[in-house]
C-alpha cells in the first residue's frame, strides 16, 4: 500500500515539475512577436529557410522573410536599414580581399560551410590539384585531355562578382589566384542555384559549391586527393570551408535576437544544421 502512494506521490511530483517548466517556455513563446528581414548568402539559404520554418512553429507570431541575391547584399541590406539579418560568407565587420568592412555591423557566426569544386556528371575527372584548379579556372587550361580526363573542351562557370562562395573558394581553393572572365567556354551565374543548375545541365562543366547543394546529376571532386567531407573539414586535411554569419546592425535584440540564437543553439546545430550539410561551429577547434 505504502509502495502504491510512493509511486503515485512521485508521477504526481514529476507532472507538476513538467508542467511548471513547460508553461513559461511555452507562455514565453507565444508573447514573441515581430518580423524578420534577412537578406544575402545563397549558399547559406537553405539553413535560413529551415532555422525560420522551425523558429516560426515555436513562435507563431513572427514572421519571417529570406531572399538571397549573394553575400554582399547582406550586409549592404542592413546598411540601408531594409534587412534585420545579413547572411554573408564571410565576416562582414573585418576588410576581406575585395571588400572592405561594414562599420557598426556585429558579425554572428551561424554555421561551418564546406565548399566543393563540381563538375557534371559525365566528366571523367575525380580528383584535380590546387595548381590544375588555378589553371583551369584561370583559361590556361582549356580541354579536360589535360588534366587525366576525356578529350573535350572544359566549361567553367563562375560565380559573379559579390558571392562569399566566390571568395571562399577563390582564397581557399585557388589560393588567391585569378578567375577567367571571359570567353567561348565561360559562364557567370547570380546564386547557388543558378550554379547547380548549369553544372547540371552543361555538358563538361566545372563549377563550385557549398556541398549542400550537390546532387547525383553532378560530382563533387577531391582536392589534393582529399575529399570534400565533414570528417576531412574537421580534422583539418580539408581546407576549402568558411564560416557562414549573420549581420546586424549593432547587437540584435527581440524576435532578431532570439532567431539567431536559436540557430546557434545545439539543437538546431545538431539537428537541421547537420542534416542540411552544413557543420556545427563547436565542431571547429
Known amino acids: 500500500m505504502k509502495m502504491k502512494w510512493f509511486k503515485s506521490l512521485a508521477f504526481t511530483t514529476l507532472a507538476l515539475a513538467v508542467m511548471a517548466t513547460a508553461v513559461p517556455v511555452a507562455s514565453a513563446a507565444s508573447k514573441l512577436s515581430g518580423k524578420i528581414v534577412i537578406n544575402g548568402s545563397s549558399a547559406l539559404l537553405p539553413l535560413t529557410l529551415q532555422a525560420a520554418k522551425e523558429f516560426k512553429k515555436l513562435n507563431p507570431k513572427v514572421k519571417i522573410s529570406a531572399s538571397a541575391a549573394g553575400s554582399i547584399t547582406g550586409p549592404q541590406s542592413v546598411r540601408k536599414g531594409i534587412a ?47 595548381k590544375q584548379l ?27 562578382f559579390g558571392s562569399g562562395t566566390r571568395v571562399n573558394f577563390q582564397m581557399k581553393a585557388l589560393d588567391g589566384s585569378d578567375f577567367m572572365s571571359k570567353g567561348d567556354n565561360y559562364k557567370e551565374v547570380k ?95
Do not use: C
Not at 582549356?142 to 573535350?152: H, L, T
Open 84 to 130: 534585420d539579418i545579413g547572411a554573408v560568407d564571410w565576416d562582414a565587420s573585418t576588410d576581406v580581399p575585395g571588400f572592405k568592412k561594414f562599420d557598426g555591423q556585429v558579425a554572428h557566426k551561424v554555421a561551418v560551410i564546406p565548399f566543393a569544386a563540381v563538375v557534371n556528371k559525365g566528366v571523367g575527372v575525380d580528383n584535380l590539384t590546387t
Open 134 to 160: 588555378q589553371d583551369i579556372f584561370s583559361g590556361k587550361v582549356k580541354n579536360w585531355k589535360e588534366v587525366g580526363g576525356n578529350d573535350a573542351s572544359i566549361v567553367v562557370v563562375n560565380r559573379a
Open 191 to 285: 546564386s547557388s542555384g543558378d550554379m547547380k543548375t548549369a553544372v547540371e545541365t552543361t555538358p563538361n562543366a566545372i563549377g563550385y559549391m557549398d556541398l549542400v547543394y550537390v546532387t547525383s546529376k553532378m560530382k563533387a571532386l577531391k582536392i589534393n586527393d582529399v575529399a570534400p567531407t565533414e570528417a576531412n573539414v574537421i580534422n583539418g586535411k580539408y581546407k576549402v570551408w568558411g564560416y557562414g554569419y549573420y549581420m546586424t546592425k549593432g547587437q540584435p535584440t527581440g524576435a532578431t535576437k532570439a532567431f539567431i540564437e536559436y540557430i546557434q543553439s545545439k539543437t538546431f546545430q545538431n539537428g537541421s544544421l547537420k542534416k542540411l550539410k552544413f557543420i556545427p561551429i563547436s565542431a571547429m577547434k
